[in-house]
């Protein structure tokens, strides 16, 4: 244990950061703010880190929960239940014990920075992917240097050099023992490795053989296959962080003569005792943080320190894990006395790994920030434990150590994702097998679909289920799927096949009504099938009937995709249609603003030219040669304006309705009109419309009376469709529906900050009731510029299944392009109308919740006036009865639509599970990205009716308990100074951590109410694989991209130590796309990018990049190209040169570092789990 890491103090956790005052800094859609250029801004860019934050500090409290269903609570006790009531619609985490917080103090937990019990020792072992679990040792959490500005405390700082020690001294660390790996394995090799040792368990038993102390203990093979990785550095060094280029990878032994190691399943210390009488000076001053204005140094420097002498704690990042940096070759290593296993250094078994792929050395272009490095300390073996701390005041402020957990220690995103591309990427994902684990979202891979529905349509939290209720509570992990039931296939993937049963419709079981499916069984010669959700038996039909197979199955099995595919269409009859009668094709009705906000900004000529061609695009059946979809137009302020544009007109004909209160539709005939009969009466229309409002004065709109002239205009054209409403400011006119300005800032981290989620009128919740009852969905385009209310002007778009876009402070130059690429995919998706969906699942479970933007007024159905192709509708699953391992859990997904041809349609998605009675089994069936989807909806919408901080606690101790779960139950067995983390859920804190620093759960100051809002509505719909950029933003080095090939340059970690001077990064989070210049890039990169000669000529304006032709160009834009191709919206394009003040703008997104909103670090974050993780276990 390295017990000589100082304690630093700072402001308290939560605590807002200090950065550069004196600028005003943009929200998500850009606001621009009073006296900064406004087209620096983008779509939702997050929070800008650097401004005080005036409300009380937010931070990590002993965890409270919701309120409780009947759970046990008992806050004194020292064996808290793992498990109370875990998977109700809202969750009742137990209240860890701990003592009070005295009244005088922030209440903050009781985690302080020198509280050694939870910290994570830095490692010279870079780590190996273990089979089964991943172990950690955590031992004080100094920051990474990257973090900005001051350090953060989750709790008290010791009071005394005394009190500190003692925090320390009463710690055993990583004494536990394991099966070390072969030597030679790399950190995520999938290949099954056979144990030297002869007393490891069987592959997957899950089973955990008892062992004597001279045996080597079981591995627990998990996913991986590999033996349990150990990382137990012994040595804590104090490490020069230095410029220059990266020292070599490999890692050193650190010892002439090494005694044999104690065995360790974690990153850990080895169990040396702690000196107790060492002095532990409780503060550390160390250089200035990138990001951290230093004293006496000019604010615009933030990225480097002023040259002074060369010191052993330098600012910037570090070169890679602490070393005890050898001269001359290597002394060979003694073995130990078991056979087969190469010591490593400082006493821990495992291989000697190199960089991680993607890094040269520890980190890519290592920056060139700070002075020169020490020169390395003659060899020796050093105990850290027996060296005292020399006194802070012994030393020049840049001459004091800093302990650091190496970064490259802890599981690494990017690794995982890499390793699952080069692991699942070349072979295509068969679907034949129950409860297969598909590759992660992050992989390109090929789906055949072999009877069950593709993970493009439905991906699990866990692929293996708990068989009872007192499991799953146990466990803690939640049961969900993220399901997207018209999601967009590749094109080399055929879509879900149509069949077409005639008069009879298709063949249902009598009891549960589950659809024909090839999880049914055929018995009495195919006579009758057994329903394989409820296990009713059913008469085939005469003209469905087919003779069995000697295995048992109908030998037209694959003829018939309802029996040998997991998802297909059929095409639904009469009764499943409003009083048994088709529908007619939907309609599109385009609503304009034209007060004199939409006007003066040129938006509205800008629509309207945009619709001439755009209307050719409109979504229509593969084979029709025209779309069947009618269009009507209208335009509005204070009143509305009904447009007649009937093909028999000679112009079109313009209705005013100036009685809001009471609205009808003026004309039937002439509304709603085929695009190609009427098209020179539209195309004269939407040319006189920007005439016609020129010299507009109104400045007042109305909102509701839209909403409701448009679904009064479908009902009475007794057809389904969709509103595309473009609306610049509050609704404040007299009307129904009107609004007043209630924003307040003052209610951020108070118990009334949940009424700024919530709309401020029941009158627009019953209005989406009616659009739902009609198919009228609603889709918002918003140009804000100043508060609009997101949050009540959002509720009928969430409701009827539309989409909310919004352009804060648009204009023309900057943000047309992001507009009109948004305006042009939303009119062309496919789209189902009028929808009803329903979740059936086999006996034992059932869905007991649903997430996203649809409206539900029974418990079952999920009614949506328009779903499209990229919305997800997550569900989650409870037990009501025991399931078993032999038949496995069963989903079906029916989802009864409208097609844009009018075609009443059923789209069937069905899923088979396995189950198991051992907690290793669901552990190892895992999908962290699909965890965190379903956490980030349950806590978005938990901010709606409770505190944010209880939703954050709740959070944490939620994966507290999973993760305490896991060790308790799963792991080997070993010291509680280890973090032990399962192999498929080993991102589970690093994720996590992003989530909870979300600008819902923890918004900065420049945060709007109305940013929070819209981006809680978006993430509530979003599929796994827009969450997963979205809180962990993907990382590119440009200047390392190969011009001459198709693949992109290996992703970094999101995190400023990574960043070089010298590069140019792209960073995009599935709204935006930064391109990050750095100072020092050369000149030849930058004329080929931007087109100008030097760096000081770049324009951080830039909306696009500009079309040069020269290789550099052409592969930077097409990556932007593809990415942009992968989102659903348009990224807006924000340019960042390094120490411009957009780059405040360009950190936030940088998530492995410290926030300027309070936000933790990664490193400090995985602390505070393992702390968390120790109370529930103690």
């Known amino acids: 244990m390295s017990v000589n890491q100082q304690a630093h103090t700072g402001l308290p956790y939560g605590q807002p950061q200090p950065g550069y005052q004196g600028y005003q800094q943009s929200g998500y859609g850009g606001q621009q703010m009073p006296g900064v250029h406004q087209s620096q801004y983008g779509a939702y860019n997050g929070p800008m880190p650097g401004y005080q934050q005036p409300a009380p500090p937010q931070g990590y409290f002993p965890p409270l929960g919701f309120p409780l269903k009947g759970s046990p609570a008992s806050p004194n006790s020292d064996t808290p239940a793992l498990a109370p009531n875990i998977l109700g619609a809202l969750r009742a985490p137990l209240p860890t014990s701990g003592a009070a917080v005295p009244a005088a103090q922030p209440a903050y937990s009781q985690f302080g920075q020198g509280d050694v019990q939870n910290g994570i020792t830095s490692s010279a072992v870079q780590m190996q992917r273990p089979s089964a679990s991943q172990p950690f040792i955590p031992g004080t959490a100094p920051t990474p240097v990257s973090q900005p500005a001051t350090f953060q405390q989750y709790g008290p700082p010791p009071t005394s050099v005394q009190q500190l020690t003692n925090h320390m001294a009463g710690m055993q660390i990583g004494s536990s023992t394991s099966a070390p790996p072969p030597a030679g394995l790399g950190y995520g090799l999938s290949t099954s490795v056979p144990s030297a040792s002869g007393s490891f368990t069987a592959t997957g038993s899950g089973l955990y053989a008892s062992y004597s102390s001279s045996q080597t203990p079981p591995s627990v093979n998990m996913s991986h296959g590999l033996p349990p990785t150990s990382l137990s550095p012994s040595l804590s060094l104090t490490q020069p962080a230095f410029s220059g280029p990266p020292m070599s990878a490999q890692r050193l032994p650190q010892a002439a003569s090494v005694v044999p190691p104690p065995c360790s399943t974690g990153i850990g210390p080895s169990s040396y005792p702690p000196t107790a009488g060492a002095p532990r000076p409780p503060t550390i001053q160390g250089s200035p943080l990138p990001g951290q204005v230093p004293t006496g140094l000019p604010t615009s420097q933030p990225n480097h320190v002023s040259s002074l002498p060369p010191h052993p704690a330098m600012s910037g990042p570090p070169l890679g894990p602490p070393m005890a940096g050898l001269q001359g070759p290597p002394p060979p290593p003694t073995y130990p006395s078991q056979s087969g296993y190469p010591v490593q250094q400082n006493g821990s078994f495992g291989q000697v790994r190199g960089p991680q792929p993607n890094y040269v050395g520890p980190y890519p272009g290592t920056p060139n920030y700070g002075s020169q490095p020490a020169p390395p300390p003659p060899p020796k073996r050093l105990d850290p434990d027996s060296i005292p701390s020399p006194q802070l005041s012994e030393l020049p402020p840049q001459q004091k150590p800093r302990h650091r957990i190496d970064p490259d220690a802890i599981p690494s995103p990017i690794q995982v994702i890499e390793d699952d591309k080069n692991n699942r990427g070349s072979e295509p994902f068969i679907t034949g097998t129950r409860g297969q684990v598909p590759p992660l979202v992050t992989t390109n891979f090929l789906v055949k679909d072999q009877g069950n529905a593709s993970p493009r349509y439905i991906r699990c939290t866990s692929y293996n289920i708990p068989c009872t209720s007192d499991m799953a509570k146990q466990s803690q992990v939640p049961l969900a799927a993220v399901i997207k039931p018209l999601a967009t296939l590749p094109t080399n993937e055929a879509p879900p096949y149509l069949v077409d049963h005639g008069e009879p419709g298709p063949l249902r079981c009598n009891r549960c009504k589950a659809y024909m499916c090839p999880f049914m069984q055929f018995i009495e010669g195919g006579r009758r099938f057994q329903c394989c959700f409820c296990s009713c038996v059913t008469e085939v039909p005469p003209h469905y009937f087919q003779h069995l197979d000697h295995t048992g199955r109908r030998v037209d099995f694959y003829d018939r995709p309802e029996l040998s595919l997991g998802s297909y269409e059929f095409l639904a009859t009469a009764s499943y249609c409003k009083n048994n009668k088709f529908p007619n094709p939907p309609a599109f009705i385009f609503m304009i603003d034209v007060s004199y906000n939409a006007v003066k900004s040129g938006l509205v000529r800008l629509i309207c030219e945009e619709l001439k061609s755009l209307l050719d695009y409109l979504p229509r059946e593969g084979n029709m040669e025209e779309s069947a979809i009618r269009v009507g137009f209208v335009t509005y302020n204070k009143v509305l304006h009904f447009y007649n544009v009937k093909s028999s007109l000679a112009q079109p004909q313009m209705m005013v309705v100036s009685d809001v209160a009471d609205m009808f539709v003026p004309l039937l005939d002439g509304f709603l009109v085929n695009v190609n009969e009427s098209r020179t009466i539209i195309v004269s229309l939407l040319d006189q419309i920007p005439e016609m409002f020129a010299d507009t004065r109104e400045t007042e709109t109305v909102f509701a009376p839209v909403i409701q002239a448009g679904m009064e205009a479908l009902k009475a054209a007794e057809c389904a469709g969709k509103l595309f409403i473009f609306h610049t400011s509050l609704p404040i006119a007299e009307a129904p529906g009107k609004l007043k300005n209630r924003d307040d800032r003052k209610l951020i981290n108070t118990d009334k900050e949940k009424t700024l989620f919530q709309p401020q009128t029941s009158f627009y919740s019953n209005l989406a009731k009616d659009c739902v009852a009609q198919g009228c969905c609603v889709d918002l385009f918003l140009f804000p510029n100043q508060y609009l209310d997101v949050a009540t002007l959002g509720v009928v778009p969430y409701q009827t299944g539309g989409s909310i876009y919004k352009y804060t402070y648009f204009q023309l130059e900057t943000d047309q392009e992001r507009f009109l690429n948004d305006l042009r995919k939303d009119v062309q998706k496919e789209v189902g109308f009028d929808a009803v969906m329903r979740v059936r699942t086999s006996t034992g479970i059932r869905a007991t919740d649903f997430f996203g933007a649809f409206y539900m007024s029974n418990t079952t159905d999920v009614e949506l006036a328009g ?297 400090d974050f995985l602390c505070h789990m393992h702390k968390e993780i120790r109370q529930l276990l103690s």
């Not at 059923?906 to 956490?935: F, W």
């Open 867 to 1163: 779903l499209d192709c990229d919305k997800t509708i997550t569900v989650e699953f409870k037990h009501d009865d025991k399931l078993s391992e032999d038949s496995g859990a069963l989903l079906q997904c029916a989802l009864l639509y409208t097609s844009c041809a009018g075609q009443r349609r059923l789209r069937i998605h069905n899923l088979s599970l396995n189950c198991c009675t051992q907690l290793a089994d669901l552990y190892r069936n895992c999908e962290t990205d699909t965890l965190i989807n379903y956490l980030a909806k349950f806590a978005y919408r938990g901010v709606l009716n409770n505190p944010v901080k209880t939703v954050r606690d709740t959070l944490i101790n939620q994966c507290a308990q999973i993760l305490a779960c896991y060790r308790k139950n799963c792991a080997s067995p070993s010291s509680a100074g280890q973090l032990i983390l399962p192999e498929c859920m080993k991102l589970l804190p690093v994720y996590l951590n992003c989530v909870l620093k979300s600008d819902v759960l923890q918004p900065g100051a420049e945060v709007t109410t109305d940013d929070r809002a819209y981006i809680r509505q978006l993430v509530s719909s979003m599929d796994v694989a827009e969450t997963n950029v979205f809180f962990y933003p993907r990382l590119l080095p440009l200047t390392k991209a190969d011009v001459d090939s198709d693949t992109l340059p290996a992703a970094i970690r999101s995190s400023e130590e990574r960043l070089s001077k010298g590069d140019i990064y792209l960073l995009e989070n599935g709204l935006n796309v930064f391109v990050w210049v750095g100072v020092n890039v050369q000149q030849s990169l930058i004329q080929n990018l931007f087109g100008v000669s030097s760096f000081s000529h770049i324009s951080s304006t830039l909306s696009t990049l500009p079309v040069l032709e020269n290789p550099f160009s052409k592969k930077v834009r097409s990556i932007i190209d593809m990415f942009q191709a992968q989102r659903s919206r348009h990224m807006k394009l924000i340019i960042v040169k390094q120490e411009d003040k957009l780059e405040m703008l360009f950190r936030h997104f940088l998530v492995e570092d410290k926030s300027m909103s309070g936000g933790a670090s990664y490193v």
